[in-house]
């Protein structure tokens, strides 16, 4: 047998993620130390509760609560513990002690990633973070490596499994989104804090990450546009379903012309969004992700497949663990981490998408020569409007209309649908959705 040296590895945190990474390293050692040249051994796994009941069962020697004591001894740290402290804390204490660090916590990386990048920076050492973005799916390396030396125009995926189960079970199955929420509990794809999901932060969190690598730029979380899926009804997915359409939660980094100045600027929001149900994004389901990348040489990539779950997230977690592992034994100079052009964000009235408009109005002639000057009054021109036939449930003397949109500023939509609501033919705005994925 050859006879590799060992490098320590610290797991912080051993929930969904961490227990399923403890359990890939000891099962796969003596393969690891041949991909590596190197041996990988756990040093030691960092918890709260040593009693606790865990998914993988390990020796029991292994698990402490003394996470300091263990990063000063380990060469690479593996941070699976998820929230901004301690985690913080401890990354920077491992990194400034020479380790290099692997986490997934998309929710630390998006509040402070550039003082942890530029920290690496100047020690020298790696900050890994593959599976932050769409768990098990290769995003971040093809962003940052392969996609390097083209010019990316546009990101657009579901990013976050949890919701992305809920729309889905909602649109195939008709489960309320409560009895769906509670499945994706029981699937470990919700985080701690399942507002976090169901709210959009998670998906704001992971489009930060995935703008600021496709556009070599820094994306503060707090200026990302977010709507979460709390908002969206059985009513709209049925009525969406029937209009050929799926509703999915969106995250979208986009390079736009900053009308101002006429140079590079960039969007970044997260909404749920009609997609149409030809549309590959339609067919991505359950915990699924699916990330497009439109490149100005490579064209359209699509990446498809696990976006959380334990062992498929610790699947990426591994595959930093091997790259970090393999930069000790080399050898030599890490990556510069933290360089960057600084694009302005552009805010969500600057961008440009088309739209469903859902009114009740009421049944009576000229009503909809009323609602259509609205929006040329605004510059938004219609495509196609679909009024439903009035029934007994419409006895109050309300119709239905569904207008869709060609291409249209969300700022001169956002007016449209403000003066909508207090003409005196609207009696209410049932719904306004923007179509994406043309
Ligand atoms: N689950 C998923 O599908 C995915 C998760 N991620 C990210 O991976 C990370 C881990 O997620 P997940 O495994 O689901 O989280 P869990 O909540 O399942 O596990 C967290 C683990 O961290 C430990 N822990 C928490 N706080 C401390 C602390 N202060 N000191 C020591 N240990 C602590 C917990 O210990 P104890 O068990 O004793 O309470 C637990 O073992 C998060 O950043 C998450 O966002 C990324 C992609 C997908
Ligand atoms: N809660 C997250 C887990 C992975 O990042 C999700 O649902 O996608």
Request: glycine share 8%; hydrophobic share 45%; proline share 3%.
């Amino acid at each position: 047998m050859t006879d590799y040296r060992n490098l320590r590895v610290a797991l912080l945190g051993a929930g969904s993620v961490g227990s399923q990474t403890a359990r890939l390293l000891l099962e796969h050692a003596d393969e690891l130390a041949s991909r590596v040249g190197a041996r990988l051994e756990l040093a030691g796994v960092a918890v709260r509760n040593l009693s606790a009941t865990r998914d993988v069962q390990l020796p029991a020697e292994l698990y402490t609560t003394d996470a300091e004591a263990l990063i000063e001894s380990s060469d690479i740290v593996v941070e699976l513990m998820g929230g901004i402290e301690p985690a913080r804390t401890y990354i920077i204490q491992a990194l400034t002690s020479g380790a290099d660090v692997i986490t997934a916590n998309k929710a630390l990386l998006a509040e402070h990633g550039t003082e942890l990048f530029a920290l690496a920076d100047r020690v020298g050492a790696q900050l890994y973070y593959e599976a932050s973005v769409a768990a098990a799916i290769p995003i971040l390396r093809p962003l940052r490596d392969s996609l390097a030396g083209d010019r990316i125009n546009r990101v657009m995926g579901i990013v976050n499994g949890s919701t992305n189960y809920i729309l889905d079970r909602m649109d195939r199955y008709g489960d309320s989104a409560e009895d769906a929420a509670q499945t994706a509990l029981e699937l470990g794809f919700l985080e701690a804090d399942p507002t976090l999901d169901v709210e959009g932060f998670d998906a704001a969190q992971k489009v930060t990450i995935l703008a600021s690598l496709a556009f070599h730029t820094r994306v503060p979380v707090s200026a990302v546009y977010r709507e979460g899926i709390t908002g969206v009804t059985l009513d709209q997915i049925r009525a969406a379903k029937n209009a050929g359409y799926v509703i999915k939660l969106l995250a979208i980094a986009e390079r736009l012309t900053d009308p101002e100045t006429g140079a590079d600027a960039i969007s970044a929001r997260v909404y749920p969004a009609l997609i149409s149900r030809e549309h590959p994004l339609a067919s991505v389901y359950e915990g699924k992700n699916a990330v497009f990348v439109e490149a100005e040489a490579a064209g359209s990539l699509m990446f498809y497949g696990a976006g959380a779950g334990g062992v498929e997230t610790a699947s990426a977690v591994m595959g930093d663990l091997v790259s970090a592992a393999r930069r000790h034994v080399a050898g030599g100079p890490g990556l510069a981490q933290n360089a960057h052009a600084d694009l302005p964000l552009l805010p969500v009235g600057a961008i440009n998408t088309r739209y469903h408009i859902t009114l009740r109005v009421a049944d009576e002639p000229g009503v909809l020569a009323r609602v259509a000057s609205v929006l040329a009054t605004h510059g938004v021109s219609v495509e196609n409007v679909l009024q439903t036939v009035p029934d007994a449930a419409d006895a109050d003397g309300t119709a239905t209309l569904v207008i869709g949109t060609h291409t249209a500023r969300e700022a001169a939509l956002a007016a449209t649908v403000k003066e909508l609501a207090v003409i005196g033919v609207v009696r209410a705005v049932s719904s306004v959705l923007r179509v994406e994925g043309i």
